[in-house]
T-cell receptor, first 114, second 114 residues
């Protein structure tokens, strides 16, 4: 069974640039969520994708957007990067059932905005 | 508005003794609670969970207790081992349009001394 993988592991961008982060979900999982973890804090929910549609969103502006592909992999796009976007970005996958709560996380992508 | 709080940022315990990590929540709509463990440079790893219809769930050395009236849960690790040293996150879920999104606490760093 393949776990959740993310790429790249580290990324350095300049304020105002755009970035794309990638995630492959765990085998058998059709639901992918993205979380932002700032230093010293817990992960914060950005959004979730199920069957290629966004079906939930946290308190993040529209410049945070995403995609899910037919193989359930996903992308997180952030436009007009700000210094406060520097964080660890975590992808998590799970099965899509209403009784499915456990999410399985990838190792994350460390984004630094200068 | 922090809906899930872990008020102890760190905890130090001697090997073999019990570790007790605490978590408080404010949203009475939460119906499922999870604990995750995180090592540096890795994503959070699912540890144990509990449904709101139960007050205790046990898995080996790990037990989670839920006190709904107090909106409080705790994770007990006994006996504690040096390999348990990590950051522990409490998370809560409420099924809504976001489909079982997780709300995390800020984490507690556990150090188990040999």
């Amino acid at each position: 069974e393949t776990g959740v993988t993310q790429s790249p592991t580290h990324l350095i961008k300049t304020r105002g640039q755009q970035v794309t982060l990638r995630c492959s979900s765990q085998s058998g999982h059709n639901t992918v969520s993205w979380y932002q973890q700032a230093l010293g804090q817990g992960p914060q929910f950005i959004f979730q994708y199920y069957r290629e549609e966004e079906n939930g969103r946290g308190n993040f502006p529209p410049r945070f957007s995403g995609l899910q592909f037919p193989n359930y992999s996903s992308e997180l796009n952030v436009n007009a990067l700000e210094l406060d976007d520097s964080a660890l970005y975590l992808c998590a996958s799970r099965t899509g059932g209403a009784s499915s709560y456990e999410q399985y996380f990838g190792p994350g992508t460390r984004l630094t905005v200068t | 508005d922090q809906q899930v709080k872990q008020n102890s940022p760190s905890l130090s315990v001697q090997e073999g003794r019990i570790s007790i990590l605490n978590c408080d929540y404010t949203n009475s709509m939460f119906d499922y609670f999870l604990w995750y463990k995180k090592y540096p440079a890795e994503g959070p790893t699912f540890l144990i969970s509990i449904s709101s219809i139960k007050d205790k769930n046990e898995d080996g050395r790990f037990t989670v207790f839920l006190n709904k009236s107090a909106k409080h849960l705790s994770l007990h690790i006994v006996p504690s081992q040096p390999g348990d040293s990590a950051v522990y996150f409490c998370a809560a879920s409420a099924y809504n349009n976001a489909g079982n999104m997780l709300t995390f606490g800020g984490g507690t760093r556990l150090m188990v001394k040999p």
